[in-house]
């Protein structure tokens, strides 16, 4: 590979604050807000235009798909998302669940609302490139931006990338899933023009399950056995008719997954059907291929739609999320990492900073919770290793495989961020270090703060 010098050069300080949060995810605006309402002064960065990550900048709108009536929740303000975006007219009835689908558009504007009510300083259209280390200690970050090359200055930062950028970057441990194991992205889309009241019959005349998710490649699963019979938004048929009529590639086997929403105006959401295998989200190359070719699929999947799906016919294409969903790349080293074990038999640790349902998702497994149980989200597993001054928020905290499908979700993205945020705040206002932290002050403020941790 050719090389070129990059000139020395001296970068403007163009903000200090007490907490910095990279990333604006589900996990990263939890912590802005927590890091806020706690009495840091705080800061929070995004690549793009607008802030919720997963929620609007991917278009995942189905927040807790996995709420049964049994289900023992999380608290606090990922949940304050959810009731939030329904107060604000931006949510909707999700149809597997008790819970809300959040509108993936309106969503943009309440996470502007809850920004600037909380007195955060918003940092959009800037991508972090590089720590500020000094001393093995994360002191700021590096952006790049329109308005060229700047640093920002903190306290205690958080890392939300999802991809643990911050964190490996500045010499933390971490590891990455290798590029064949890694789950799948996405490209999520939706149409407009469907006939709400024949899509709905057609829905309730074949009704799917979670048992019917399986023998299609992407979607073999490992269940409980009580989610078999439940009911599920799924689509597959409709592309198996597609291949076999010659409407759509022969090679496209794979299309198939689920519906979020089916407003009275027509508007099918959240379609989550084009899953991208062997995309490591933090290669450009990767990105830009899965890009492409995740767009080229979804237009097949629309058009096997509008031949083979009652209430279709006249729809098309509304929008492509922003960017690739991506599942699985980076996580940390922590002090602690989660196991199986402990998101399937309800561990418990004297850190917790929330807790998570009995929801495993991916790697082939799929437990929801329909029976009241929960695990604890361990303050341990945010801290990485290597390096001072930095917590880690988001699915790249410390776990192995079966604890990801768990932890990645977006409900529990908040949790940790949640965590993050307040504890980057304790540690900023008091001068402590992370690995040494008082957990009774942040957990003290948690409670304050309406999360549960017990």
Known sequence: MKRVPEPARTVDVVHETDVLVVGSGPGGLAAALASARAGARTALVDRHGCFGGNITQVGVEGFAWYRHEQTVDCEGIGIEFEQRATAMGAAMPEPQSISHALDAEMFKYV?????????????LHRLCVAPIVEGGAVRGVITESKSGREAILAKRIVDATGDADVAARAGAATRKTPREEMMAASVMFSMTGVNKRRFIEQVKADPQTYRDWTGNSEWDIETTGKEDALFSPFLRKPFKQAVAAGVIPASLTTIAGTWGTVTDQGDLTYLNLIHLPNCDGTDVNDLTAGEIEGRRQAIHAVEALRRFMPG?????????GMTLGVRDT????????LTASDVREQGRFDDAIGIFPEFIDGYGILILPTTGRYFHVPYRALVPKGVANLLVAGRSIGGDKTSHASVRNMMCCAVSGQGAGTAAAVAALT???????????????????GARIA
């Open 330 to 337: 980076r996580k940390i080293d922590a002090l602690y990492n």
């Open 111 to 123: 996470a502007d609302v809850l920004v600037q009510e909380a007195g955060i300083k918003p940092m």
């Open 431 to 449: 001068d402590q270090a992370f690995d040494r932290l008082d957990m009774a002050a942040v957990q003290r403020e948690l409670r304050r703060q």
């Open 312 to 320: 279709c016919e006249d729809a098309k294409l509304r929008n492509f």
